[in-house]
């Protein structure tokens, strides 16, 4: 079947440390991206990218980084550089005009 | 800077009820409108898309419509279900040249159906 896998499920950082997510699609999707989820809000766009070897910035950037090597796969690293990661990622692909939108199972990372 | 809106934040009915939710956005110049549901610790599920030129999209026991010019959005479920019961999310896509779709969530509604 189709569709996003995002692994680990449940991931748990300490201070300092860089630690990448992962976001594997077998959809043909061109286009994909990454949202951050707080509790009690709306999604918030963090990274997305049309096409392979290239990404934009979305609202979040900040102390976030990606990569887009292979179609399938678009890796968020959440860096040192972000003052407060703990939240849920969502991993999401869409094909042009954001037809079939798919979103992964997401991930929760946790600040220890 | 486009921001969605979504009222009620939270919305408790019993079984068999019609309720509306509401979607309202600041920035008219969107390029479709999609209405998402998540369950709790889960991703989000996509339940209907309406094009810009669109002005309403059904599916199933749910109906969303668009009205873009006055920057607003319904999603009318019929009969409610407590498997009903989830958070539904709205957002709105930009118009950009390409579109390939980056979209600008509402903090959604979070449905409680009892039995």
């Known amino acids: 079947d189709g569709g996003i896998t995002q692994s680990p499920k449940y991931l748990f950082r300490k201070e300092g440390q860089n630690v990448t997510l992962s976001c594997e699609q077998n959809l043909n999707h061109d286009a994909m991206y990454w949202y951050r989820q707080d509790p009690g809000q709306g999604l918030r766009l963090i990274y997305y990218?049309?096409?392979?070897?290239?990404?934009q910035k979305g609202d979040i950037a900040e102390g976030y980084s990606v990569s887009r090597e292979k179609k399938e796969s678009f890796p968020l690293t959440v860096t040192s550089a972000q003052k407060n990661p703990t939240a849920f990622y969502l991993c999401a692909s869409s094909r042009q005009g954001a037809a079939g939108y798919t979103f992964g199972s997401g991930t929760r990372l946790t600040v220890v | 800077k486009q921001e969605v809106t979504q009222i009620p934040a939270a919305l408790s009915v019993p079984e068999g009820e019609n309720l509306v939710l509401n979607c309202s956005f600041t920035d008219s110049a969107i390029y479709n409108l999609q209405w998402f549901r998540q369950d709790p610790g889960k991703g989000l599920t996509s339940l209907l898309l309406?094009?810009?030129?669109?002005r309403e999209q059904t599916s199933g026991r749910l109906n969303a419509s668009l009205d873009k010019s006055s920057g607003r959005s319904t999603l009318y479920i019929a009969a409610s279900q407590p498997g009903d019961s989830a958070t539904y999310l709205c957002?709105?896509?930009?118009?950009?040249?390409?579109?390939?779709?980056?979209?600008?969530f509402g903090q959604g509604t979070i449905l409680t159906v009892h039995p």
């Open positions: 990218s049309q096409i392979v070897n290239d990404f």
């Open positions: 309406i094009q810009s030129s669109q």
């Open positions: 957002a709105v896509s930009d118009a950009g040249g390409t579109s390939y779709g980056k979209l600008t």
